[in-house]
């Protein structure tokens, strides 16, 4: 699900999964040229909403060096986390589908989506609950 340098690539089947998402929260982009031996046709998942919604003082991280940031696995990723914890309180309702602001190679869904990707049966990226205060 994930390509080069934090894009995601998704197959049509997978937008389905977003018909109940604002569609100000994302793009879906055609990839105009197919992926060899592959029947699907693929898009890129432009996620355009980002939150600050990371709670600190029980999250686990440590500051990702400056010179790590630099490299295209870690572009835009201030912290490396080892426990994730959100404040809920910072997330604005209505919101199903964002990068964490100062990580963001991480993409959080919400129960919803989580759902209706089980629902499904996709497969190619792995969902995990994340704690909230």
């Known amino acids: ?12 089947k997978f937008e389905q999964v977003f018909n ?3 569609q100000s929260h994302f793009q879906l982009i055609p990839i105009k040229k197919g992926i060899s031996d ?3 046709k693929y898009q890129i998942l ?6 600050d919604c990371l709670n600190e003082e029980l999250s686990v991280f440590t500051p990702t060096p400056e ?4 490299l295209p696995a870690f572009y835009g990723n201030k912290y490396e986390l080892s426990k ?4 809920p309180k910072k997330i604005p309702e209505g919101s199903h589908l964002f990068r964490l602001m ?4 991480i993409v959080i869904v919400s129960e919803e989506i989580a759902k209706n990707i089980r629902k499904m049966k996709l497969i190619g990226f792995n969902l995990k609950i ?3 205060i």
């Open 1 to 12: 699900m994930f390509g080069r340098e934090g894009s995601v690539f998704v197959y049509e």
């Open 20 to 22: 109940k998402v604002d």
């Open 38 to 40: 592959c029947p699907q």
């Open 46 to 51: 432009n996620i355009l909403k980002c939150i």
């Open 67 to 70: 010179d790590k940031r630099k």
């Open 84 to 87: 994730l914890v959100i404040d």
């Open 102 to 105: 100062g990580c963001d190679s």
């Open 130 to 132: 994340i704690d909230n």
